[in-house]
């Protein structure tokens, strides 16, 4: 009446193993919630473990007792997951961190008051625009800084490109003038991604576990047939 017992080595295995690779440096309140949240679902999986363990090994339990036990220690997990609090905590806390890091990549080259360096911008766009392709000499030159101003520093038309081409300039602009939070930016993302991957890693492990399935009205039901159930009603013959 046993069902395969997880080690804590599949538990780390299959709920974001990758953690072992975010960056090392990251130090944000963001981070501290991601990682809590793959401790607390490791920690909820362990637990549960635990729980079924006892349940098995509880002589004063019948086979048809150990598989309610186990259902209602997996449906209370379940519950819990499905309104993780620990998860809530890191996407609200990434949410912030990926917004102050957007608002401090706002910053692009401002119009010149200059007049010789708005002479030499014309000069640029006029450039620019007689290419074959201006879209792609413009993305070639992304690290000119005096190209990125000239373009983004006046309609769109004078450089020979639609709104749709000016727009991609300016987000390529934006990572190519802030590195640093354009990666943290992703790491950020990819790092949620997997959490939240991480999730449905544990939840699939409790399911296991606990040997339930997930009803078409999300109610969670055990996969095996209590010993009564099928003592009360036999499989009649044809």
């Given at each position: 009446?046993?069902?395969?017992?997880?080690?804590?080595?599949?538990?780390?295995?299959?709920?974001?193993?990758?953690?072992?690779?975010?960056?090392?440096?990251?130090?944000?309140?963001?981070?501290?919630?991601?990682?809590?949240?793959?401790?607390?679902?490791?920690?909820?999986?362990?637990?549960?473990?635990?729980?079924?363990?006892?349940?098995?090994?509880?002589?004063?339990?019948?086979?048809?007792?150990?598989?309610?036990?186990?259902?209602?220690?997996?449906?209370?997990?379940?519950?819990?997951?499905?309104?993780?609090?620990?998860?809530?905590?890191?996407?609200?806390?990434?949410?912030?961190?990926?917004?102050?890091?957007?608002?401090?990549?706002?910053?692009?080259?401002?119009?010149?008051?200059?007049?010789?360096?708005?002479?030499?911008?014309?000069?640029?766009?006029?450039?620019?625009?007689?290419?074959?392709?201006?879209?792609?000499?413009?993305?070639?030159?992304?690290?000119?800084?005096?190209?990125?101003?000239?373009?983004?520093?006046?309609?769109?038309?004078?450089?020979?490109?639609?709104?749709?081409?000016?727009?991609?300039?300016?987000?390529?602009?934006?990572?190519?003038?802030?590195?640093?939070?354009?990666?943290?930016?992703?790491?950020?993302?990819?790092?949620?991604?997997?959490?939240?991957?991480?999730?449905?890693?544990?939840?699939?492990?409790?399911?296991?576990?606990?040997?339930?399935?997930?009803?078409?009205?999300?109610?969670?039901?055990?996969?095996?047939?209590?010993?009564?159930?099928?003592?009360?009603?036999?499989?009649?013959g044809h």
């Amino acid at each position: 009446m046993m069902t395969r017992r997880i080690t804590d080595t599949e538990i780390a295995a299959r709920i974001v193993p990758t953690m072992l690779r975010w960056p090392a440096d990251a130090k944000t309140i963001a981070w501290d919630r991601l990682r809590e949240c793959v401790d607390a679902l490791r920690g909820l999986v362990y637990t549960v473990n635990a729980q079924c363990l006892e349940a098995e090994h509880d002589g004063d339990l019948s086979p048809e007792g150990v598989i309610r036990r186990r259902s209602k220690i997996g449906q209370k997990a379940l519950s819990e997951l499905a309104e993780f609090e620990p998860l809530k905590l890191a996407e609200k806390a990434a949410a912030a961190n990926l917004t102050a890091l957007e608002d401090r990549m706002i910053e692009l080259p401002k119009p010149t008051t200059n007049a010789v360096d708005f002479m030499l911008e014309q000069e640029v766009r006029s450039y620019v625009a007689d290419q074959n392709s201006p879209i792609e000499f413009v993305l070639k030159a992304m690290s000119d800084r005096r190209v990125l101003s000239a373009v983004l520093t006046a309609p769109p038309f004078l450089s020979g490109l639609n709104d749709t081409e000016w727009n991609m300039v300016r987000e390529r602009a934006r990572v190519a003038l802030h590195p640093q939070q354009s990666e943290m930016q992703q790491w950020l993302n990819k790092a949620l991604a997997e959490v939240r991957g991480g999730a449905a890693a544990a939840k699939r492990m409790l399911l296991e576990r606990c040997e339930l399935r997930e009803d078409g009205e999300g109610q969670f039901r055990p996969t095996r047939t209590s010993l009564a159930a099928v003592t009360d009603h036999p499989p009649t013959g044809h």
